[in-house]
């Protein structure tokens, strides 16, 4: 089995997704976020060589917003309401990992069951298709075992990831109109995520999301 | 003739080159510190100066004491010439996989009788954190190894890494895997940066020092050696593996690649004392974190494999 440099690309974001699950910094957490961004970013200019230029477009917003944009206010906000690590998560960090791995395999078996939309390359659309699951159950397993409310849009962001690596590999690619669209849903959701951040923080006094179950009025 | 050339090469290479590459780490680290740091061969030094100096030996040590250092030095011999740490390696009849594996731990096994054969309280602390440590990181070497010897359907080392070798002659991404989690696995089981720090004074939070704190002369040098070349074999390994993982990408004549071999080991150790700079000692607690990633290396790894085996 020989892997093409797009396929390397898109299989890259979801290995980096499986080593976010192994540490809670949450800088460290950030930065391999933003690294899986990046290669996500590279496949979309790889598929934009390929097929439609406007992807070449999409490529740059992503690298400008996502990887780089969305990391930094995040981390920022990290700073401010002084949250540097996960305390308490439902399963200990190596344990998850290890469960993200056993995901990949599980997604890789999954993706032949699917029909392949996409003609030409049919090997490449099955790699794109498991490496999209795989982010898709990466993040999935970050919202689930996190408790602290940062980790919960870290994991967000990830199913984000996800949701857009399958489009992009099962696709022929969205209108650009939609993507910038979905682009612009992120951010604003991340901004007002991240202000409410600063509000629970000021009136509980911490961030853990699994005590946030009561209401108070 | 070439044949006798090769076995006069390595052997030199053999009893030079390991207190030399710890000299280089030393040295790398050293100049990310703006330290000028002592000449590379300066562990070489060290080795002659322990070769003069006197011995003393605990009186409660029994024989085990004694012969460990020099059974050790053995082992890690014989594990030198069954592994392919640089490709002008002669040739040996059978460097299975999982011998050389065991020769590993028998080698801590008796390191660790070692430690516990002197009773002292250092030894003891040492043994026990480097059996904790080897109980984690076991499966990410065998399973590194178990993998790349899947792909090529053999378990001899000097096959699954000789260049003539076309299961795994387009596979970097496999490589890249296995190599990162041997050169992971290989900051554990030797005792380096992340995990222990060997220049600290205090042998209390240490695991190999600790462990060797009872031998002082010739021991100590057949000991340091032994660890020396134990340093060289593992990062010369995964030195191995991405030189593999970049060998598609730069078509390598057949005539550079001895040197290029050397040329990789070389690099890898540089890049253990840019690690060592950069990195600090881990809390003991933190350990199976890190640890973990190696496993994750090594269990990515025999996922490609697996996948490999499937599609083919």
Same mark, same amino acid.
């Given at each position: 089995m020989t892997l093409s440099i797009y396929e390397l690309a898109v299989l890259s974001a979801s290995i980096l997704a499986i080593f976010l699950?192994? +540490?809670?910094y949450i800088r460290t957490n950030l930065g391999f976020y933003s690294a899986q961004t990046m290669a996500i970013a590279a496949a979309t200019m790889l598929a934009g060589s390929q097929r439609e230029p406007h992807l070449y477009v999409i490529a740059l917003i992503i690298l400008l917003l996502k990887a780089v944009g969305i990391p930094v206010f995040l981390i920022w906000i990290a700073d401010r309401i002084d949250a540097? =690590?996960?305390?308490? =998560?439902? *399963?200990p960090a190596p344990l998850s990992m290890h469960l993200g791995i056993l995901l990949l395999g599980a997604s890789y078996i999954l993706?032949? @069951? *699917?029909?392949?939309? *996409?003609?030409?390359?049919q090997g490449s659309s099955r790699i794109g298709a498991t490496a999209a699951m795989s982010l898709l159950f990466s993040g999935i397993l970050v919202m689930l075992t996190r408790r602290i409310a940062i980790s919960q849009i870290i994991g967000f962001l990830m199913i984000e990831n996800g949701i857009y690596l399958f489009a992009l590999t099962q +696709?022929?690619?969205?209108?650009m109109m939609v993507e910038m669209g979905i682009l612009l849903d992120v951010l604003v959701g991340v901004m007002i995520a991240g202000l409410l951040l600063f509000r629970i923080k000021k009136s509980? @006094?911490?961030?853990?999301?699994?005590? *946030? +179950?009561q209401l108070k009025d | 003739m070439t044949e006798f050339f090769r076995w006069l090469v390595f052997l030199m290479f053999v009893v030079l080159a390991p207190p030399v590459s710890v000299g280089i780490i030393r040295k790398v680290k050293a100049r990310l510190q703006n330290r000028i740091g002592a000449s590379i061969f300066q562990p070489l030094f060290d080795l002659l100066k322990f070769y003069s100096k006197g011995e003393t030996v605990s009186e409660?040590?029994?024989w085990i004491f004694r012969s460990s250092a020099g059974i050790n030095f053995a082992l890690v011999l014989i594990i030198a010439l069954l592994?392919?740490?640089?490709?002008f390696k002669p040739h040996v009849a059978s460097a299975d996989i999982f011998l050389v594996i065991y020769l590993f731990a028998f080698m801590r096994m008796m390191t660790v009788l070692a430690a516990l054969d002197a009773g002292s309280a250092f030894g003891g602390f040492g043994a026990s954190r480097e059996v904790t440590l080897a109980l984690l990181i076991e499966p990410a070497l065998v399973l590194c190894l178990a993998s790349l010897g899947v792909v090529s359907r053999t378990s001899d080392l000097e096959q699954i890494f000789s260049?003539?070798?076309?299961?795994?002659?387009?596979q970097p991404g496999l490589w890249l895997l296995a190599g990162s989690g041997l050169f992971l696995t290989s900051l554990v089981e030797l005792s380096?940066?992340?995990?222990?720090?060997?220049?600290?004074?205090?042998?209390?939070?240490?695991?190999h020092e600790a462990m060797i704190l009872e031998n002082s002369g010739r021991n100590l040098l057949l000991v340091e050696y032994t660890h020396a070349l134990k340093l060289l074999v593992l990062f010369g390994l995964s030195a191995q593996c991405f030189l593999h993982a970049i060998a598609p990408v730069w078509q390598l004549p057949a005539v550079l690649i001895s040197a290029a071999s050397g040329g990789a080991v070389l690099i890898t150790l540089a890049l253990v004392g840019v690690q060592e700079g950069l990195s600090v000692k881990l809390r003991w607690t933190r350990l199976p974190e890190f640890i973990a990633y190696a496993v994750t290396m090594a269990l990515l790894s025999v996922l490609v494999a697996i996948a490999g085996r499937l599609g083919s």
């Amino acid at each position: 089995m020989t892997l093409s440099i797009y396929e390397l690309a898109v299989l890259s974001a979801s290995i980096l997704a499986i080593f976010l699950l192994g +540490t809670t910094y949450i800088r460290t957490n950030l930065g391999f976020y933003s690294a899986q961004t990046m290669a996500i970013a590279a496949a979309t200019m790889l598929a934009g060589s390929q097929r439609e230029p406007h992807l070449y477009v999409i490529a740059l917003i992503i690298l400008l917003l996502k990887a780089v944009g969305i990391p930094v206010f995040l981390i920022w906000i990290a700073d401010r309401i002084d949250a540097q =690590t996960d305390a308490g =998560t439902y *399963l200990p960090a190596p344990l998850s990992m290890h469960l993200g791995i056993l995901l990949l395999g599980a997604s890789y078996i999954l993706s032949s @069951e *699917l029909p392949m939309m *996409l003609g030409h390359g049919q090997g490449s659309s099955r790699i794109g298709a498991t490496a999209a699951m795989s982010l898709l159950f990466s993040g999935i397993l970050v919202m689930l075992t996190r408790r602290i409310a940062i980790s919960q849009i870290i994991g967000f962001l990830m199913i984000e990831n996800g949701i857009y690596l399958f489009a992009l590999t099962q +696709t022929h690619g969205m209108p650009m109109m939609v993507e910038m669209g979905i682009l612009l849903d992120v951010l604003v959701g991340v901004m007002i995520a991240g202000l409410l951040l600063f509000r629970i923080k000021k009136s509980f @006094e911490h961030i853990d999301a699994s005590q *946030l +179950t009561q209401l108070k009025d | 003739m070439t044949e006798f050339f090769r076995w006069l090469v390595f052997l030199m290479f053999v009893v030079l080159a390991p207190p030399v590459s710890v000299g280089i780490i030393r040295k790398v680290k050293a100049r990310l510190q703006n330290r000028i740091g002592a000449s590379i061969f300066q562990p070489l030094f060290d080795l002659l100066k322990f070769y003069s100096k006197g011995e003393t030996v605990s009186e409660v040590t029994s024989w085990i004491f004694r012969s460990s250092a020099g059974i050790n030095f053995a082992l890690v011999l014989i594990i030198a010439l069954l592994v392919p740490w640089v490709q002008f390696k002669p040739h040996v009849a059978s460097a299975d996989i999982f011998l050389v594996i065991y020769l590993f731990a028998f080698m801590r096994m008796m390191t660790v009788l070692a430690a516990l054969d002197a009773g002292s309280a250092f030894g003891g602390f040492g043994a026990s954190r480097e059996v904790t440590l080897a109980l984690l990181i076991e499966p990410a070497l065998v399973l590194c190894l178990a993998s790349l010897g899947v792909v090529s359907r053999t378990s001899d080392l000097e096959q699954i890494f000789s260049f003539a070798n076309l299961a795994l002659s387009n596979q970097p991404g496999l490589w890249l895997l296995a190599g990162s989690g041997l050169f992971l696995t290989s900051l554990v089981e030797l005792s380096r940066m992340p995990v222990d720090d060997p220049t600290t004074h205090l042998e209390l939070t240490m695991v190999h020092e600790a462990m060797i704190l009872e031998n002082s002369g010739r021991n100590l040098l057949l000991v340091e050696y032994t660890h020396a070349l134990k340093l060289l074999v593992l990062f010369g390994l995964s030195a191995q593996c991405f030189l593999h993982a970049i060998a598609p990408v730069w078509q390598l004549p057949a005539v550079l690649i001895s040197a290029a071999s050397g040329g990789a080991v070389l690099i890898t150790l540089a890049l253990v004392g840019v690690q060592e700079g950069l990195s600090v000692k881990l809390r003991w607690t933190r350990l199976p974190e890190f640890i973990a990633y190696a496993v994750t290396m090594a269990l990515l790894s025999v996922l490609v494999a697996i996948a490999g085996r499937l599609g083919s």
